[in-house]
């Protein structure tokens, strides 16, 4: 699962855009390790893509 998001966040610094979006969201949900966790919400939290906002708003209120 490591490799998982550790793709995601490359992905996305290389604007691979939906893929790497979707791989940080399972990432921030569903890896074990807390700073691979903290580092997906991280880059989700860079990136422009709407889904992104959302899906930080309902893990900040609990609603994954």
């Known amino acids: ?3 998982r ?3 995601g966040m490359v992905g996305l ?3 691979e855009g939906a893929g790497a979006v979707e791989r940080l969201m399972e990432s921030a949900t569903n890896v074990k390790a ?3 966790r903290q580092q997906a919400v991280y880059w989700l939290g860079q ?3 709407p889904r992104a906002a959302d899906f930080l708003l309902r893990l900040r209120r609990g609603n994954r």
């Open 34 to 36: 807390k700073a691979l």
């Open 1 to 3: 699962r490591r490799r």
């Open 47 to 49: 990136c422009k893509d």
């Open 13 to 15: 610094r290389r604007g």
């Open 5 to 7: 998001g550790a793709r």
